[in-house]
């Protein structure tokens, strides 16, 4: 009898210790306070600072946009292509364009053209920043860029029927400096070799271009 009691009393002994062992545990989890997970964030859209002869102009790029096209103007950027180009058409009504010739209208070599990504949701509206290229090659663009001056949806991807109409691609957008972009946009133009019209009577040079560390953004 002693035994089985013994027995008897452990197994009820061992049956409370469980019991207090549950109870702590769900007094413990219903105490837990919910640990906090850190999100990630996104990176800050890279920034450029065009400093012309004008003024300076800070573009905001969208990589996430058109990945390629900015790849290939911040190559550019680093190896100082653009450092002593001019500004070579300006229509005061549509657009200003640079990144092709010296001060004394050469043209710089450039690099291989890529693939054009204009089928990307942005716009060429006031402001926006889009890869210059031959409206009868879609995959022509190499360093020329342009400022649209006004909305100009028509320079929009629209269909894959022609190259015209596979647009222009947008990849950056001013955020400060349309005040230059407006003066350099009123400036007076002419005809010079080689280029045929709207290059500016006096130069507008690209002085340099220069990348915002992520701490000046």
């Known amino acids: 009898m002693a035994s089985i009691a013994g027995s008897f009393w452990s197994v009820r002994m061992s049956a409370h210790h469980w019991f207090a062992c549950v109870m702590l545990v769900c007094a413990s989890a219903a105490t837990a306070q919910p640990v906090a997970v850190a999100l990630p ?11 012309t002869s004008m003024g300076e102009i800070v ?16 190559g550019y ?6 450092n002593g180009t001019i500004v070579h058409r300006v229509i005061d009504n549509l657009l200003i364009q640079g990144g092709a010739y010296t001060v004394d209208l050469q043209a710089k070599p450039t690099h291989a053209p890529f693939a054009l990504e204009s089928n990307n949701g942005l716009s060429n509206l006031r402001g926006t920043v889009a890869a210059a290229r031959a409206p009868s090659a879609a995959d022509s663009a190499t360093a020329q860029f342009f400022i649209n001056v006004v909305d100009n949806p028509r320079f929009d991807y629209s269909s894959d029927s022609s190259d015209f109409t596979k647009g222009f691609a947008v990849f950056g957008k001013v955020v400060s400096g349309m005040d230059v972009v407006d003066r350099i946009r009123l400036v007076p133009t002419q005809a010079q070799d080689p280029l045929p019209r ?4 006096t130069p507008i040079v690209i002085e340099r271009i220069e990348v915002l560390a992520a701490a000046q953004q």
């Open 41 to 51: 964030t996104a990176a800050p859209a890279p920034r450029v600072t065009v400093h």
């Open 59 to 74: 573009i905001e790029l969208a990589p996430d946009k058109a990945p390629a096209t900015v790849e290939n103007f911040l």
């Open 77 to 82: 950027v680093r190896e100082g292509f653009y």
């Open 198 to 201: 709207d290059v500016p009577v």
